[in-house]
């Protein structure tokens, strides 16, 4: 009698074993890809989020510099000594240029508005609210005019405004913005007095110095 065996030859067996030993090798070697390729976008995106904090900083670091230069420490002495006399001065529209520069380079480089906040939002609020009647004066130039200051400034209130809860306007007061430009203004004040040798003292005015100039 014919004895007919059920299993199959060996040749096909070793080929059907090498078939799924490749399979499984495929498998783990497209898994380890996967792994190796979502690391790869992390790292990436990791060091380009580095970069992108770098570049904020190294922006703010610049415009920190700028404003704080003795050329724009002079300038902002003379625009702060105009506007308590509410006269318009060249000055004036050097520091507002500023904060235009400002609002362009955040929106430029996308710097994080909060760190614009911290750095500028005090100045920036009070020369915009103190200097109305200057851009009033402006209001035929073209729309172009300031209007990234003007973007800065509707951020810097909006972030105001959300940080007190909306229980405090952000507009500055007549007080602290009088304050502030007295302080401003007192650098020029000082290099008049070693300029100048006088016994009458300077006497000052809501929103105005009768002896600045």
């Not at 610049?62 to 006399?85: H, I, V």
């Not at 502030?180 to 020029?188: H, K, P, T």
């Amino acid at each position: 009698m014919t004895n007919f065996s059920t299993s199959e030859p060996p040749r096909a067996v070793d080929r059907l074993t090498r078939v799924r030993v490749l399979a499984i090798a495929a498998m783990l070697t497209s898994a380890v890809a996967a792994v190796l390729s979502a690391w790869a976008v992390r790292e990436v995106e990791r060091r380009a989020g580095s970069r992108g904090v770098d570049t904020h900083l190294q922006v703010l670091g610049q415009l920190e510099a700028e404003w704080n230069s003795d050329e724009m420490l002079d300038r902002r002495a003379q625009a702060a000594a105009a506007l308590l006399k509410q006269r318009p001065d060249r000055a004036v529209e050097a520091v507002l240029l500023f904060f235009d520069e400002v609002g362009y380079l955040a929106e430029r480089y996308g710097v994080d508005r909060e760190l614009v906040w911290y750095r500028f939002h005090t100045p920036a609020l009070v020369y915009w609210a103190a200097s109305e009647f200057v851009r009033k004066s402006e209001s035929g130039r073209s729309e172009r005019y300031l209007a990234h200051g003007r973007k800065l400034v509707d951020s810097l209130r909006s972030i105001e405004r959300a940080r007190s809860g909306g229980a405090e306007s952000p507009e500055p007061t007549r007080r602290e913005i009088e304050d502030f430009l007295l302080e401003e203004a007192r650098r020029l004040s000082c290099q008049e007095e070693e300029g100048e040798s006088s016994d009458e003292p300077a006497q000052m005015t809501p929103l105005g110095w009768k002896r600045l100039l």
